[in-house]
Structure formats: C-alpha cells, structure tokens
C-alpha cells in the first residue's frame, strides 16, 4: 500500500547541508544558481511519487540508466532522496546494452562502481534484430523500445524489484502527448505510473515534473559521463523531433506556455471532451445539476 504525506517526507530544511554527501554529489557546484536547480528538481520529483503513489513499503526499485542526462538525473535525486531517509526503497540501478555499434560499454560499470552504486549490467543484441526487422529508411525507435521494455521487466524480476523506474521527464511526456494527437488520433502521452501487461510489476517516471532543460543543466554542472543517446542513427526526421520543434516554437514565443500545457494534462475535463466511453452523454439531463467547471471552461 503507498504511503501517505508525512512531515519527515516533505521536510526540506538543511536537506541540501553538504557536511554529509552521496558520492553522487561529489564535486557539485557551490553556486546559489546549482543550489537551486538540484533543490528544484528534488521538490518536483518528490511531489510526483508522493502525487502518485510510487512508494511502496520494503519496495526495490530497478532504476534504468541509459547513460544520458535524464537517466543521469534520475538516479542522482533518487539516491538524494534515499540519502536523506525520504525514499525508503532499495535501489539498483541497470543498464541494457543493447549492441549499439560504438557504445562504450565500459563507461557506466565504471561510474556505478567509482560512486559504490548497486547495479546491473545486461548485454543484449537487441540492435541486430531490429536492424533485420525493420525495413530501411524506418524509424528503429519503436521495436526497440519494445524489446528494452521486455528485457527490463525481465531483469527487474530477476532482481525482486517490484518497480522499474525510468527517467523520462515533463518534457518528453508532453511530446508523447502532441504525438499521439497529430499521428495516433487519441488524447493519450506516457503516464507517470502504470502496471505492466502481466500485472506483476510497476513502471514509474518520478521526473515527470521535472524540465528537460533542468536536467540537462544538471547533469551537465556534474559532469556525468553522457553517452549519446543516437548511436543507432535512427534519429532524423522523427516524429518526436518534428513535435520538440513545435514546442520550442511556441516556448520561444511565449516562455512556460510547456509548464501551462503540462498543467492541463492534469486538469482533465470528460465532460467537455467527446469520448462516450468517459462521459455519459446520453444520460445527461436538462434539469441535472451543472457540470462541475462548467462555467470556467472557454467554449469559444
């Protein structure tokens, strides 16, 4: 069962005293500029495990590293969190080789061990088989997700986890967000939380709050070992770059016009979409009582 708020979980006082200090945190810069960042970024993924019940007692979480800034991130506020006594899971964190030609494998075995993180490295060639199913000039991105998804559930068995933790961020969940609504027909994006097909493991994304541009400053300020994230070179003229691109159009044009279209992923209104299966229109009466925000919503 998760746990509810308590004050120890939330206190945030002293939480950033360097007097005792992950190795993950070793060398981090003194500015007030960082300081900042690195407390915003640990508010914002506490308010989302806490929003949506990620914790679990005596739970063990396999946190997904894939050697770019998010994952980078990810398992540097997690392991703040745990440092701290507000996270009260085990971690381990993992990496899936997946045969990328010019992936440098040895760089995150070193990391994990240099900052005395449990861990698990797995090769797995996912790479050549995508290469031989997917036809030339296709994008690899969706089957490869799909086979490091099935390996990770895998893993995440192996090792008793009863979660795996990936690092995807406000940013990206609203690009999944445009993609499913340009190309997919439905108002769908990833979620923060959700079980997986067998029903036996969760799948959680605590930097769901969080900016990319957070991230990228952050693990950047830390100098984290960053792998590139294209060594497939699958990633021209996706889909997903098409909608950053829009995105960044309209940020540049308005800036936090992403955090007010992430509030509204938060501020559904079924009865002011047209999805019957969410809302029952056609028992809906003239002398019912008014819908809930009726009167605040813009019909144009």
């Known amino acids: 069962m998760p746990l509810g708020r308590s004050p120890a979980f939330w206190h945030i006082e002293n939480m950033l005293d360097e007097s ?45 590293l894939s050697g770019g800034k998010d994952s980078y991130t990810l398992l540097a506020v997690l392991y703040e969190l745990k440092w701290r006594g507000l996270l009260p899971v085990e971690l381990v964190a993992c990496n899936l080789d997946q045969g990328q030609p010019g992936f440098p494998a040895t760089v995150l075995p070193e990391f994990l061990e240099k900052m005395g993180v449990p861990h698990r490295i797995e090769y797995q060639d996912t790479y050549s088989i995508v290469m031989d199913k997917v036809p030339q000039g296709r994008t690899f991105c969706a089957l490869c997700s799909r086979l490091r998804r099935g390996n990770l559930y895998r893993i995440a068995r192996e090792e008793g986890c009863s979660a795996v933790v990936l690092g995807h961020h406000r940013d990206d969940i609203l690009e999944t967000f445009f993609m499913n609504l340009f190309h997919g027909g439905r108002l769908a994006t990833m979620p923060p939380k959700l079980v997986n097909e067998e029903g036996d493991l969760f799948l959680y994304r ?95």
């Not at 098409?242 to 938060?266: C, H, T, Y």
Request: aromatic residues 10%; hydrophobic residues 35%; neutral net charge.
């Open 20 to 64: 005792e200090i992950h190795p993950l945190f070793y060398g981090a810069p003194t500015t007030t500029e960082f300081k900042k960042l690195r407390k915003r970024i640990v508010r914002y993924t506490r308010e989302a495990i806490e929003q949506y019940g990620m914790i679990e007692r005596d739970a063990k979480w396999l946190v997904c």
């Open 206 to 300: 605590p930097l769901a709050h969080v900016a990319e541009i957070d991230c990228e400053k952050f693990a950047q300020a830390m100098n984290y070992p960053i792998i590139p994230c294209d060594l497939c070179g699958s990633q021209d003229g996706l889909q997903r770059q098409q909608v950053k691109q829009i995105l960044d159009g309209w940020e540049k044009n308005s800036p936090g016009r992403r955090q007010v279209m992430f509030r509204a992923l938060m501020n559904a209104r079924p009865s002011h979409l047209l999805d019957p299966k969410l809302f029952d229109f056609a028992a809906l009466q003239r002398n019912s009582s008014p819908m809930r925000g009726f009167d605040d919503v813009d019909e144009g």
